[in-house]
């Protein structure tokens, strides 16, 4: 019957995105090390659910660049390197700074501060950036990515380009999933981890770009020396 077929199809995409988002989050937490390998019946066994969702989640991952698909080996976490992460950090700016002349041109949802939904959005912004920095200043990575990720993906889309938003949220994820692979190497997090995001949409929010552009600047300067010491050893 239709519906019948239907609800099965989403149940399916349902159970494919819950597997892609549960694997996500034990490469942010380095649960699954960079270069491990599994199979879709190692992970459909352990989620206890069919192959067909679980192989469509780990080629949405693959595609996504946080897996390798292999033939025939299954699947391996993807290893990035710091010249990566340079890349990524170089490609968050570009989009960004994109976000920023917007705001300049008068070209967004920021302009529409009068709109009690608009406000109420920009609030709900800054509680995520508040809960970030708290998590950072305590030291607790697994907590800080959670906020950090809601704090981009809410602020980018008050730019009002979906688009834009999804490929900035995809850049995010990748720049911590090799961020991770470097950060668990270290007991104590604290004064480690980046925390300005209640001054960002400070300054956004009062149309300030110039001020920032300096943040941004400063965040990805600190990010990208982080790294490269923690590279080094």
């Known amino acids: 019957m239709p519906g019948s077929s239907g609800s099965g199809a989403v149940t399916r995409s349902t159970l494919r995105q819950q597997i892609a988002d549960a694997l996500r989050d034990e490469v942010l937490a380095g649960r699954l090390q960079p270069g491990q390998e599994f199979t879709v019946k190692e992970i459909a066994d352990q989620y206890g659910v069919s192959a067909t969702p679980v192989r469509e989640a780990l080629v949405d991952l693959s595609a996504q660049g946080l897996l390798e698909a292999d033939h025939h080996r299954g699947f391996r976490v993807h290893e990035y390197s710091v010249a990566d992460f340079r890349g990524m950090v170089e490609a968050r700016s570009l989009v960004i700074e994109g976000m920023f002349l917007a705001l300049d041109e008068g070209r967004q949802r920021f302009q529409n501060l009068a709109d009690p939904r608009i406000a109420a959005a920009v609030a709900g912004v800054r509680r995520r950036g508040e809960e970030a920095q708290r998590a950072a200043a305590a030291g607790d990575l697994t907590v800080l990515i959670g906020y950090d990720l809601r704090f981009w993906r809410e602020l980018s889309t008050l730019f009002g380009n979906p688009y834009l938003a999804d490929f900035l949220n995809r850049?995010?994820?990748?720049?911590?999933?090799?961020?991770?692979?470097?950060l668990r190497r270290l007991t104590d997090l604290r004064g480690h981890l980046w925390s300005g995001h209640t001054e960002l949409v400070d300054a956004l929010y009062q149309r300030d770009t110039t001020t920032?552009?300096?943040?941004?600047?400063?965040?990805?300067?600190?990010s990208v020396a982080l790294i490269e010491r923690l590279a080094a050893g």
Do not use: F
């Open 171 to 182: 850049l995010r994820v990748q720049s911590w999933v090799c961020l991770v692979q470097h």
């Open 212 to 222: 920032a552009r300096t943040i941004l600047d400063a965040y990805n300067t600190h």
